[in-house]
Every structure is written in structure tokens, then in C-alpha cells.
């Protein structure tokens, strides 16, 4: 028998987050964010419940040849653009449209040679220091553009750095806005948490959503903007489940130590489960004694430190959880129970895009509905 480990893909929870989206955002078109491998759940597994999305956003170019493999005709997006002159090739042969951020870029379009003028994505430094132009040279950048015959329609777009947080958009919305004002083309500015938090504008099309938004993490099921607000907040589903057994069970004794370092001591008689799942699963390391767990669907914790393979759970409060007991790492478990992947995430100092990224390669996959 396999170790008992393995990770399911939800894909009615994929769709549901995904209309989630589009109701939050209900005059744009909505881009499903997929780089990274969709957030670690793999391109092909999510595609056929995110077929439904106006376009997809990526930024690996062997991620735009797996979607266009995958018979997706629709709009493409290379969120970083290229990152040589050669990728243009590629761009035309797709179809795929692509951000420019910066003048070697415009350079590289200057001097390529296409049948079909590219749809770019013009991006604006908004106050994010990452990519973009600046405000103050983003017209002359379009303007460049625009006189290449190499491109045909040039969209506008940004991205935020605080739309989770206390900081908010209004100082990069306020840039963007200026430094576009009668500039022509589609505007694409939110992500995940721009979609959900700042959804209403009362004209009924919310200024920060516009044209297109980028839906990411909202997709897999991890709020945004936690522990502000949760999943069941925002009324998302997970779209990951990582689940094992258990393949030891352990009574302690008061004084009795737990795992590598001893760093948990049993305070008086408790029973432990040993469960088949570590770091080299991508369970995070730093997930500290105490870290929200389901066995059999209810709600106990970690004890001591996550070695490679194994890691122990308090069973005190479970005296029917045995060898075999069904374990949720994080998603859905049994009985309709939940653990939302930002509750464990939380636990290990990181956040729920980490953890769904790092879903190691050891680990069957599973497409569930
Ligand atoms: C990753 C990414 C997104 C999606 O962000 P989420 O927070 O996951 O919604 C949107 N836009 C750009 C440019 C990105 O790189």
C-alpha cells in the first residue's frame, strides 16, 4: 500500500470561487491567475473548472504553451511579460498578450517582426516598486507604443500592494488615475483582495475593477485579507485538500516528551497520533506545537516539531481516533468539516499562497468534484 498521503483538487469549489469573483466584480471580465502552476494545484487539474474565467493570467511562457495545449483559444496574459527578445516569437505563434513594464521591452517589440500586432498590457508603477513605469513616464511609454506597428491595442494596468491592508488603493488609484486620465484602453488594476474589499463604488462599476480583474488566490480558496477576514467570510470554498491517516498511536505520560528537540511535554496523560505527513510533503516546518488540525473531521492540534515525514497530533479529546483515522491537513474533511489552509498558515508564520505553491512533489493529486 502508497503511504497513506495525498492532496485532492475540489473543482465544484474552483467554479463556486470563481463565480464568487464575477459576483464581486460583475461588469468586468475576470482573468483566473494560474502562474505558479495555479497556485501549486496544477494548470490541467484546475482548467476544465476554470474554463468559465474571460481569460488566464500567467507569467511562465511553458505555462502559456500548457494552456494553449490544453485547446484554450481565449485571451492570455503574461502578467510579467517577456524576459527576452526571443519570447515575442512565442507571444505571436499563441496569441498570448503580454505586460510591458519596462523600455527594453518596447525596445525588443521595436525590432520584431510579426503578421499580427500584439495586444500589450502597459503597466504602471502605481507606488508597488516592483514593476511598471513610473507616472511620470508612463504617456511616453504608451506613446511609444502606440506608434510600433508591431502593436495593436494597448490596455492599461496596475497592481496594488495594500489592498489587503490597513494602507489600502486609494494613493495608487489615485496615481494610476491621473497619470492616465484620457488615455484609451481596457484597465485592469485588481487583484483578489481589490476584488473583494473594494467591490462597490456606487455606480455600480466599482472604479478599481474595471475592465479586467486578476482573480488569484480568491480562486483556491484562501481569503486575501486574513485573519481580517476568513473563507467563510468571503464564502469561499478550498479548492485543496491535503489529508493522510494515522500510522502510530502513542499514550504519554505526564513528563514525557514529543518529536525532535523535545520541544512539547506532555503536562499529564495524553495520547498522541502519529500522522504520515511532513515538510518533505510541504507541510510547513515552522508550523509551530499547536497548529490547528482534523482527525476524523474534528478540530485538535499539532504537537512539537514537523519532522520530514511524520508529525503528531493530540488525540486526548479523541478517544475513537485509532490507527487509520482519516487526518486533514488542511481543506475538506470528512462530514462537511473544514480547515481553511490560512488557519495553518497563520500557525507557521506564512500565508496560504506559500503553503498551496509548496505542495511538494512527492504527493498524489487527486481531481475530486
Ligand atoms: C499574482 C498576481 C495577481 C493575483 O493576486 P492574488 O492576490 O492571488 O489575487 C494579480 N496581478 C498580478 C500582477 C499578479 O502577479
Known amino acids: 500500500m502508497p503511504r497513506p498521503i495525498e492532496a485532492l483538487i475540489h473543482s465544484a469549489a474552483l467554479a463556486g470561487n470563481l463565480a464568487r469573483a464575477r459576483a464581486a466584480a460583475p461588469d468586468a471580465k475576470v482573468w483566473a491567475v494560474v502562474k505558479a502552476n495555479a497556485y501549486g494545484h496544477g494548470i ?70 510579426t503578421h499580427k500586432p500584439h495586444r500589450v498590457f502597459l503597466k504602471m508603477n502605481s507606488g508597488m516598486n516592483r514593476l511598471g513605469f513610473t507616472p511620470a513616464a508612463y504617456r511616453a511609454a504608451w506613446a511609444r507604443l502606440n506608434a510600433l506597428p508591431q502593436v495593436d491595442e494597448i490596455s ?132 509551530a506545537s499547536g497548529t490547528p488540525v482534523l482527525v476524523d473531521g474534528v478540530r485538535t492540534r499539532t504537537v512539537g516539531r514537523v519532522s520530514m515525514d511524520m508529525l503528531a497530533v493530540d488525540l486526548t479529546a479523541l478517544p475513537q481516533a485509532g490507527l487509520g483515522s482519516e487526518v486533514t491537513l488542511w481543506g475538506q474533511g470528512p462530514g462537511g468539516s473544514r480547515l481553511a489552509i490560512d488557519d495553518v498558515a497563520q500557525a507557521a508564520a506564512t500565508i496560504g499562497y506559500e503553503l498551496m505553491c509548496a505542495l511538494a512533489q512527492r504527493v498524489p493529486v487527486r481531481l475530486v468534484v
Not at 490544453?70 to 526571443?86: K, M, S
Not at 492616465?180 to 467591490?199: M, W
Open 44 to 113: 490541467e487539474r484546475v482548467y476544465e473548472a476554470l474554463r468559465g474565467a474571460d481569460g488566464f493570467a500567467l507569467l511562465d511562457l511553458a505555462e502559456a504553451e500548457r494552456i494553449r495545449a490544453l485547446g484554450w483559444r481565449g485571451p492570455v496574459l503574461l502578467l510579467e511579460g517577456c524576459f527576452e527578445p526571443r519570447d515575442l516569437e512565442l507571444c505571436s505563434r499563441l496569441d498570448l498578450w503580454h505586460a510591458v513594464h519596462c523600455d527594453a521591452q518596447i525596445d525588443w517589440l521595436a525590432v520584431h517582426k
Open 156 to 287: 492599461l494596468m496596475t497592481h496594488f500592494s495594500d489592498a489587503d491592508g490597513l494602507r489600502g488603493i486609494a494613493h495608487q488609484l489615485a496615481a494610476f488615475e491621473a497619470a492616465v486620465q484620457d488615455l484609451p484602453g481596457e484597465r485592469s488594476l485588481a487583484n483578489s483582495a481589490a476584488i473583494l474589499r473594494h467591490a462597490t463604488a456606487g455606480d455600480g462599476r466599482a472604479a478599481v475593477h474595471h475592465d479586467w480583474v486578476r482573480a488569484g488566490i480568491l480562486v483556491y480558496g484562501s481569503a486575501p485579507d486574513f485573519p481580517e477576514h476568513d473563507i467563510a467570510h468571503w464564502a469561499l470554498r478550498p479548492a485543496m485538500t491535503l489529508r493522510s491517516r494515522l500510522i502510530g498511536v502513542q499514550p504519554l505520560e505526564r513528563g514525557d516528551a514529543v518529536g525532535y528537540g523535545s520541544s512539547f511535554t506532555a503536562p499529564g496523560p495524553m495520547r498522541i497520533g502519529i500522522v504520515a505527513c511532513g515538510y518533505a510533503d510541504g507541510y510547513p516546518r515552522h508550523a
